[in-house]
C-alpha cells in the first residue's frame, strides 16, 4: 500500500485545491492530508486566512480524496507525520518547489503542478474575496514579489506584464505564472492589483492607466519627483476609489504602528532626535533602487515619527563619478534634529534611535524590517522590548493591508497622508 501525505490551508477552497487532492490521491492508495491549523498559520506567516479550520476540514472532507484528515498545529510537524504514518510520498503544489527537499531523506517528494489561473473560473466570480494580483517589471530579479503575495489568503499571483517581451515570457516561466503580457491593456484586464515594480522615470505612466482601469496600486516610491504630480496622482486614486499603496513595507509592520504611535504619544518624553541609517545591500542584496528611491524610506519614516514640520533640510552628499555613492541627511525642527544616512555600496549599521527627554527607543538592526524595538524610559528600572511575528521579507503585510483596505475591514492609521506625501517628495528635491 502506498501511502501519500499532503499539507495546505485550503482557505476559500477553490478548482487549484480540488485538482492538487486529486492528483495526490492518485498518486497511492491511502491519502493524509494535513489542514493548517490557526496558531501554526501565524507562526507561518500565512495571513487574512477567511475560513475557519471546521470549515477548511469539511470542504477538503467533501472532496472525497482524503483517507484521513489531520491538523497541521506546529513547525516542524511534517517530518513527525510522516514517520508515524509511514508516508511514502510527500505532494505538494509545485510553486512549493525547492522548499521541502529536506523531507526527501524521509521519503519521495513528488512536486504536483500548481493549477493556473484559477481566479478567473466560475469559482472566482461566486466569490469575490480572491483577488489577481499581477506584477509590472522591466527585470527579472522578483524579489519574492511573486511567493510572498501567495502566502496572504485570498491572492492570487497571476501574471506579468513587461515593456520586454522576453522578460515578461521569462518571468512568467520561472514563477509558473499563468500569463506574461507586453500588453499593457491586456494585462490590467484580469488583474485587480498591480505592483509597479519599474524604475522611477517610468513609474508615473504606469500607475496613472492602472488606476484609469480602475485597479488598485502598490508602487515602489518615489511614483514621480513632481510633488504637485505627485497630489494629482493620489487624488485621482481616490477619485476612482481604488487603494494606492507605497511600496514602503515598514509602514504596515505591527511593530512599526506600536513604536508609532508610543513615540508620538509622549512614552519617551518629547521627541529630540532620530538617527537612521540604511544601505542598500542590507537592505536587500540585489536592490535595484538608485540613492532617491532608498533615501524614500528613511525620509518616510521620520517624516511619520516627527511629522512634516520642520524648519530646514540640510544634505552631504559623497559622489562616484555621476552617482550618489553615500549621503546624510539632517532635519532641523525647532527642538529636535532627525539624521538619516543612506548609503549605496558601503555597509553602514542599518541602526535606529529615537531620543526622548525621558527615554529612548533602538532597533539594533534592519529597522525597516521593524521586528522588533526596545523601549527604555530613564523613570523606569528596565527597558521594555517589543516584537512581533515578521516573516519573510515583509511584503506579505503590505498585501494584508491593502486587501484588507480593499475588502474595507480597516483602514491603517499608519498610512502616508496627502500632505506627508508632499513632504517627503519636496525633501527628496532638496537632496541635491
Ligand atoms: N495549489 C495549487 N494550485 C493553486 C493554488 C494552490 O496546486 N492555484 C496547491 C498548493 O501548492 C498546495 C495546496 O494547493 O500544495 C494547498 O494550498 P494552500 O491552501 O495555499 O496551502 P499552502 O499555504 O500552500 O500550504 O504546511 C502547509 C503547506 O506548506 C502548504
Redesign the pocket.
Known amino acids: 500500500m502506498t501511502t501519500v501525505i499532503?499539507?495546505?490551508?485550503?482557505?476559500l477552497f477553490?478548482q487549484?485545491?480540488y485538482?492538487?487532492l486529486k492528483r495526490a490521491k492518485e498518486l497511492g492508495d491511502f491519502l493524509i492530508v494535513?489542514v493548517?491549523g490557526e496558531t501554526y498559520d501565524v507562526e507561518?506567516g500565512?495571513l487574512s486566512v477567511q475560513d475557519s479550520l471546521a470549515t477548511r476540514i469539511e470542504n477538503v472532507k467533501a472532496t472525497g480524496f482524503a483517507d484521513k484528515i489531520i491538523v497541521?498545529e506546529y513547525l516542524g510537524q511534517?517530518i513527525p507525520d510522516i514517520i508515524k504514518y509511514h508516508v511514502d510520498i510527500f505532494a505538494?503544489?509545485?510553486?512549493?518547489k525547492g522548499k521541502f527537499d529536506h523531507i526527501g531523506k524521509y521519503c519521495q517528494i513528488v512536486y504536483?503542478e500548481?493549477?493556473?489561473n484559477?481566479s478567473s473560473t466560475l469559482l472566482r466570480e461566486s466569490n469575490m474575496s480572491i483577488y489577481n494580483f499581477g506584477i509590472v517589471t522591466d527585470s527579472l530579479y522578483d524579489n519574492e514579489t511573486v511567493i510572498e503575495p501567495?502566502?496572504v489568503?485570498g491572492i492570487?499571483v497571476e501574471s506579468v506584464y513587461s515593456p520586454k517581451p522576453d522578460v515578461a515570457k521569462q518571468f512568467s516561466e520561472i514563477y509558473e505564472l499563468n500569463a506574461g503580457f507586453s500588453n499593457y491593456k491586456e494585462f490590467l484586464q484580469d488583474t485587480d492589483i498591480v505592483y509597479i515594480k519599474m524604475p522611477r522615470n517610468q513609474r508615473k505612466e504606469y500607475v496613472v492607466e492602472a488606476i484609469r482601469n480602475k485597479k488598485h496600486v502598490i508602487c515602489d516610491m518615489p511614483i514621480t519627483m513632481d510633488a504637485e504630480e505627485e497630489q494629482e496622482i493620489l487624488n485621482y486614486a481616490n477619485r476612482n476609489g481604488v487603494s494606492l499603496f507605497c511600496n514602503v513595507m515598514t509602514l504596515y509592520q505591527h511593530a512599526f504602528g506600536q513604536l508609532l504611535w508610543m513615540a508620538r504619544g509622549n512614552l519617551i518624553g518629547d521627541l529630540v532626535s532620530i538617527k537612521c541609517s540604511i544601505s542598500r545591500s542590507a537592505f536587500d542584496k540585489k536592490c535595484e533602487f538608485d540613492f532617491m528611491d532608498l533615501a524614500y524610506y528613511p525620509i518616510c519614516v521620520i517624516t511619520k515619527i516627527m511629522g512634516s514640520e520642520y524648519d530646514s533640510v540640510h544634505s552631504k552628499l559623497i559622489k562616484d563619478g555621476e552617482e550618489i555613492a553615500y549621503g546624510v541627511i539632517t532635519f532641523d525642527y525647532q527642538n529636535a534634529v532627525a539624521v538619516a544616512e543612506v548609503s549605496m555600496d558601503l555597509d553602514v549599521s542599518g541602526s535606529m534611535t529615537i531620543v526622548g527627554t525621558n527615554g529612548e527607543i533602538t532597533i539594533p538592526e534592519d529597522w525597516w524590517r521593524m521586528g522588533y524595538f526596545k523601549l527604555r524610559n530613564w523613570s523606569e528600572p528596565r527597558a521594555k522590548h517589543y516584537s512581533s511575528n515578521f516573516e519573510g521579507n515583509g511584503f506579505r503585510y503590505l498585501i494584508q493591508a491593502i486587501l484588507s483596505d480593499i475588502r474595507m475591514e480597516s483602514s491603517d492609521t499608519t498610512r502616508i497622508t496627502l500632505s506627508e506625501h508632499r513632504s517627503i517628495t519636496e525633501i527628496l528635491n532638496m537632496v541635491q
Do not use: Q, V
Request: aromatic share 10%; hydrophobic share 25%.
Open positions: 499532503t499539507y495546505g490551508t485550503f482557505d477553490h487549484g485545491h485538482n492538487l494535513g493548517t507561518r500565512k497541521e511534517k505538494i503544489g509545485s510553486d512549493w504536483l500548481r493549477t493556473k484559477i501567495k502566502i489568503s492570487h
